[in-house]
């Protein structure tokens, strides 16, 4: 298996456990996820949220608001670097509440990863609400 496979495979696999999470409100298994230093621009306002501990307590939050939007990535491709251990990651957001189907917020989002040596981490997040 190559590294760029190799890689797009393992990236998946924690966006996976990533959108699990989130729909689980999961706040113990995100934090392994994210890098030290990640950073996350939000689709709406464009709020900068930097540092997993900062962004740990903004999905904390989110847990606890009612009713819960649980908000979904779906991946549409991954382009690893063939020169350092990153990748790119892009695709579609989508945030419905909790016991509903209705999408009420959506959008496009770029995400950056980095390998580490506990995996592939994400280490920037940049979204954009379209609808």
Avoid at 41 to 69: C, H, M, N, Y
Avoid at 107 to 112: E, H, N, R
């Amino acid at each position: 298996m190559t590294f760029a496979s190799e890689a797009e495979l393992q990236i998946r696999l924690r966006r996976a456990a990533f959108n699990r999470a989130l729909a689980e409100a999961d706040l113990s298994s995100i934090g392994p996820i994210l890098g030290p230093d990640v950073i996350l621009v939000t689709g709406t306002d464009s709020a900068v949220i930097s540092g997993r501990k900062a962004q740990l307590a903004a999905w904390k939050r989110e847990f606890g608001s009612t009713p819960r939007t649980i908000y979904t990535r779906i991946t549409q491709g991954i382009i690893a670097s063939p020169v350092e251990p990153i990748a790119m990651e892009h695709g579609h957001w989508q945030g419905i509440p909790a016991g509903s189907d209705n999408v009420i917020a959506s959008g496009t989002y770029a995400a950056k990863w980095r390998q580490f040596d506990q995996g592939w981490l994400l280490i920037a997040e940049i979204f954009v609400t379209l609808a």
